[in-house]
């Protein structure tokens, strides 16, 4: 009896963390990534810095496509294949990326409450791997309330631009 004792009393704080664990995950406590479509782009080099963003010690760096710019100046919708990047600076070195793609048809893979047009979103590391510490849920949660923007927080920073 002695030893199914303590093999009980040993294994209940075990359960009770895992209890916990599954009570935070389920209530938002903790961030968890979901895996989508969204792809680190190839051509970072070749995407126009729009605008810079300042954000106390952070600088942010807004890239996007030419087609993009243009279309948007035309007052016509971001082309399908775009990618929209913020570079997040800390102390003058890449800290993270956020990425926003946009493709025909990825607004579907979501419920309807939680769609921005077509766009996704996904946190990459400096290194540009995808960063599973992070969701998305919070991107889309913030850039539903730009939908007459077509999600752009930086919309009217894509209008102004000018190239130097």
Not at 78 to 91: E, K, S
Request: aromatic share 10%.
């Amino acid at each position: 009896m002695k030893t199914t004792h303590r093999r009980l009393a040993l294994g209940l704080p075990a359960l009770f963390t895992l209890l916990a664990f599954f009570a935070l995950t389920l209530a938002g406590g903790w961030a968890i990534a979901e895996n989508n479509r969204v792809t680190f782009p190839a051509n970072l080099d070749s995407l126009v810095h729009y605008t810079t963003v300042k954000r106390g010690n952070v600088t942010e760096h807004m890239l996007t496509s030419q087609a993009a710019i243009d279309a948007v100046k035309k007052g016509l919708p971001v082309p399908n294949g775009t990618h929209v990047v913020l570079v997040d600076y800390r102390d003058s070195k890449v800290f993270r990326y956020f990425v926003m793609e946009k493709r025909e048809g990825w607004g579907a893979d979501y419920e309807p409450a939680r769609r921005t047009g077509d766009w996704q979103f996904q946190h990459f590391k400096a290194d540009k791997t995808v960063n599973m510490s992070e969701t998305t849920a919070r991107c889309q949660s913030c850039h539903q309330g730009r939908e007459d923007k077509q999600h752009l927080y930086t919309f009217g920073d894509l209008e102004r631009f000018k190239p130097q």
